[in-house]
């Protein structure tokens, strides 16, 4: 029990500042490599505003439409499943709610303990399911990367640890939770370096579409 606390005291403590130094500077230096990109002036007058038109992809992207949703409904499906579900559990789990509160101050309600276990089990359904479809499938399965299955054994490795945490499937239970934490924290070192970055960046590169094709008086 000593050993499987001291892991946990690490996890929690030295790894912890660690794993935040790393996310803050990594998140940091790429979102100042996307702004030192630069962006060209533009020396066609402008046809239209750029901010609703961005914000108009950015709502239209993200909600699937009709021919995205007949050729890929797998895909669409399953990942909005994996997605919400990864947030909920993320956002609305009273212990992780704690730990964003000691890191900003801010808080909200949490979700009953039931749900978040209904919602954390189907969650890792899906992504069973996404990499049994990754693997399977003749053309997913010629494009993925060793970044990808990276990618996504990190995210289950975080949802699995947290629902044997939550249900202290393993003992010593210390020993597990500490596994839950260190997994996160394996999640925040690669997320600046990963496409996991696209938490950040989606929406913003959405907008961006947008608004140039706003500029031009087009629809995105």
Excluded: C
């Excluded at 808080?107 to 890792?124: D, F, G, K, R, Y």
């Excluded at 997913?140 to 995210?155: F, G, L, M, N, P």
């Amino acid at each position: 029990m000593s050993g499987s606390m001291e892991f946990l005291l690490w996890t929690k403590g030295p790894m912890f500042n660690i794993a935040i130094a790393i996310f803050a500077i990594g998140l940091l230096v790429r979102i100042a490599e996307i702004l030192m990109l630069g962006r060209k002036k533009n020396f066609a007058e402008a046809r239209a505003g750029e901010w609703l038109p961005g914000l108009r992809t950015v709502v239209t992207r993200t909600v699937a439409d009709p021919g995205t949703f007949q050729r890929a409904p797998f895909n669409v499906v399953v990942g909005w499943i994996w997605h919400i579900g990864f947030l909920i559990t993320l956002l609305l789990f009273l212990p992780h709610i704690a730990v964003i509160e000691s890191l900003t101050g801010l808080s909200w309600p949490a979700l009953p303990n039931p749900v978040i276990s209904l919602v954390t089990s189907v969650t890792l359904v899906a992504l069973i399911a996404t990499l049994v479809h990754r693997m399977t499938h003749p053309v997913k399965r010629r494009i993925s990367t060793v970044e990808d299955y990276v990618v996504w054994a990190v995210v289950f490795a975080v949802v699995l640890t947290g629902w044997l945490a939550y249900y202290r499937l393993v003992d010593p239970y210390p020993l597990v939770l500490g596994m839950h934490i260190l997994s996160a924290e394996i999640m925040l070192i690669l997320l600046p370096f990963t496409k996991l970055t696209h938490i950040f960046t989606t929406f913003i590169a959405r907008w961006y579409n947008g608004a140039a094709f706003g500029r031009k008086g087009v629809q995105s």
